[in-house]
């Protein structure tokens, strides 16, 4: 990489995460709850666990997961209005991408027939708000589970090892991870990658917002990811770990 002497608005280097914090039990009456504070992004991911599936996946002897997302009004600069006449296509596909991510997360097929709803609630976005569901999401899923695990409802192998996702992109020529809001508006390119902890690829987005990537780019961009996410997922294992 050729720009270590790259520094940002909030004096970070090109390669480093903006402060992550995990506050669980956030809310005592989930099944599992995680409050992340990912620099001034605040995300709230609570797990409902249900007993059943949806009518289209009954007496498979497979559990299912699902999840949804919002905007809270003042969560962003100006306030976003409720979508209270639907949703709009960027919450819809969000949803979807924290859905996909987070069954990765679980093997379906030890978990009986229930459901595991994920709320992930922005109280305050400042860029990264997916991401941080999703890696929240995983820890709300990990504490949900526990005492399923513990009772012997399910084995402890029906949790897998810690996902975690960040954004990269490139800014003026060099590529960066973790983006705030005010570089993800001005960067050429917005990337978003889910991964294992094990290196493998769950999902990768990827847009052009000014000008096409190269290949060399892309692998600059992929390898920031790896890094930022390996971080992640240690921070993922000292929360479990701490709670033992």
Same mark, same amino acid.
């Given at each position: 990489?050729?720009?270590?002497?790259?520094?940002?608005?909030?004096?970070?280097?090109? *390669?480093?995460?903006?402060?992550?914090?995990?506050?669980?039990?956030?809310?005592?009456?989930?099944?599992?709850?995680v409050l992340v504070?990912?620099?001034?992004?605040?995300?709230?991911c609570n797990l409902?666990?249900?007993?059943?599936?949806?009518?289209?996946?009954?007496?498979?002897?497979?559990?299912?997961?699902?999840?949804?997302?919002?905007?809270?009004?003042?969560?962003?600069?100006?306030?976003t209005p409720r979508?209270?006449?639907?949703?709009?296509?960027?919450?819809?596909?969000?949803?979807?991408?924290?859905?996909?991510?987070?069954?990765?997360?679980?093997?379906?097929?030890?978990?009986?027939?229930?459901?595991?709803?994920?709320?992930?609630?922005?109280?305050?976005?400042?860029?990264?708000?997916?991401?941080?569901?999703?890696?929240?999401?995983?820890?709300?899923?990990?504490?949900?589970?526990?005492?399923?695990?513990?009772?012997?409802?399910?084995?402890?192998?029906?949790?897998?090892?810690?996902?975690?996702?960040?954004?990269?992109?490139?800014?003026?020529?060099?590529?960066?991870?973790?983006?705030?809001?005010?570089?993800?508006?001005?960067?050429?390119?917005?990337?978003?990658?889910?991964?294992?902890?094990?290196?493998?690829?769950?999902?990768?987005?990827?847009?052009?917002?000014?000008?096409?990537?190269?290949?060399?780019?892309?692998? *600059?961009?992929?390898?920031?990811?790896?890094?930022?996410?390996?971080?992640? *997922?240690?921070?993922?294992?000292?929360?479990?770990?701490?709670?033992?």
């Amino acid at each position: 990489m050729k720009n270590n002497d790259f520094s940002r608005p909030d004096g970070r280097k090109f *390669n480093e995460l903006r402060p992550l914090t995990f506050t669980p039990d956030y809310v005592s009456v989930a099944e599992g709850s995680v409050l992340v504070t990912w620099g001034e992004t605040r995300v709230l991911c609570n797990l409902t666990v249900q007993d059943g599936v949806p009518a289209w996946m009954a007496g498979r002897g497979k559990g299912w997961i699902t999840a949804e997302y919002a905007l809270l009004p003042r969560s962003t600069q100006t306030r976003t209005p409720r979508e209270t006449k639907g949703l709009k296509g960027r919450t819809q596909e969000i949803r979807r991408l924290i859905g996909r991510s987070l069954r990765m997360a679980v093997d379906l097929h030890l978990i009986g027939e229930r459901t595991l709803l994920l709320d992930c609630d922005v109280l305050q976005a400042d860029g990264g708000t997916r991401v941080a569901s999703i890696t929240g999401g995983y820890l709300a899923l990990a504490l949900g589970l526990r005492p399923l695990i513990e009772s012997g409802a399910i084995p402890e192998s029906a949790l897998r090892p810690p996902i975690g996702a960040v954004s990269v992109g490139m800014l003026k020529g060099k590529a960066i991870l973790d983006l705030n809001y005010a570089e993800d508006s001005l960067a050429d390119v917005d990337l978003n990658v889910v991964m294992t902890r094990d290196g493998r690829f769950i999902e990768v987005q990827g847009t052009a917002e000014g000008e096409p990537f190269t290949e060399n780019e892309l692998e *600059n961009m992929l390898y920031l990811a790896k890094k930022g996410i390996a971080e992640i *997922n240690g921070l993922q294992q000292d929360l479990l770990a701490s709670l033992r």
